[in-house]
């Protein structure tokens, strides 16, 4: 199916890495233009230069999104060197483990900034030039949005946070055509993931009791399976679809109950 995506200018924060760079890299091989964020330049160039071997477009900008002008910066080097843009993916984040017991008021306050607020600024940023395209806004969220998770509060706010904003920007933008929405993951093996469950003492272990709950094939769902949806809710193939929140998690949230 040609989605359409050609040419179009579309911002990944976190596209360097994990589902990020699956996103990047779907985008580009879709014809388009992704302009991946990260902090660590060898992540960066190394995805360059395999989409420049593929004869594929990107274009790479370091940046920490918790600096305060970080976002700002961003938008204005992709709109000097491609004039326009067409799709936003809000992804960066990171599970910080910032709990009720564990954690403190100003270690909340912190983890909230840091996997909220560039989230709010990157669209901010990006609206005028939105507007003119007429583009697509996806969200990565998280299952603890729904579910919790235990002992991480200032993640499981920001996700939840950014289930509201895409349902409040999806109804903001409805006069420009820009479709908003989000994307649910629950278990991607992801770098994240992988230092995750190396904190267990028998990680292999560990999997298995996670893959054996995933109601569709028992195993983890792939970054390649949340690119492909977030591609085609960038694309003109999801034009009547807006204020969506997909659960991409092989009916591991919702489906478990009803399995006996
Ligand atoms: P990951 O493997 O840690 O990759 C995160 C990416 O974000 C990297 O490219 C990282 O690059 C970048 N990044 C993080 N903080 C940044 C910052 N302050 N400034 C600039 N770049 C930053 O994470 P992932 O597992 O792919 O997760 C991506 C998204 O999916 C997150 O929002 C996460 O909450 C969500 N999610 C993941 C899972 C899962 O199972 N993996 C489940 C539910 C939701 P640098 O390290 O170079 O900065």
């Not at 000097?80 to 709990?99: E, H, M, Q």
């Not at 792939?222 to 204020?243: K, M, N, P, Q, W």
Request: overall charge negative; glycine content about 10%; charged content about 20%.
């Amino acid at each position: 199916m040609d989605l359409g995506l050609q040419e179009k200018v579309i911002i990944v924060t976190g596209g360097t890495k994990g589902i990020g760079e699956a996103i990047s890299k779907e985008i580009a091989a879709e014809g388009g233009i992704p302009v991946f964020i990260g902090r660590t330049p060898e992540d960066g160039d190394k995805l360059l230069k395999e989409l420049e071997a593929n004869s594929q477009n990107g274009h790479f900008i370091q940046a920490d999104l918790n600096d305060p002008e970080a976002c700002k910066k961003i938008v204005a080097e992709t709109v000097k060197k491609f004039s326009s843009i067409y799709g936003l993916v809000n992804n960066a984040g990171t599970n910080d483990g910032i709990g009720l017991e564990n954690g403190s008021p100003k270690k909340f306050k912190n983890s909230l900034n840091s996997n909220l607020n560039h989230y709010y600024e990157m669209a901010h940023y990006c609206l005028e030039h939105l507007k003119i395209s007429k583009g697509s806004i996806v969200n990565i969220s998280s299952k603890t949005a729904l579910t919790g998770q235990g002992g991480t509060s200032g993640y499981a706010a920001a996700k939840g946070a950014q289930l509201a904003l895409t349902r409040e920007w999806a109804s903001e933008l409805l006069p420009y055509q820009i479709r908003v929405n989000a994307i649910i993951p629950a278990e991607v093996q992801t770098p994240q993931y992988n230092s995750w469950i190396s904190t267990f003492d028998n990680p292999e272990e560990k999997l298995k009791k996670i893959t054996d709950k995933i109601p569709l094939g028992n195993r983890m769902t792939t970054s390649e399976e949340i690119a492909h949806t977030a591609v085609f809710l960038l694309s003109e193939r999801s034009s009547h679809t807006t204020g969506q929140l997909l659960v991409v998690d092989g009916g591991y949230t919702h489906l478990d109950r009803s399995i006996t």
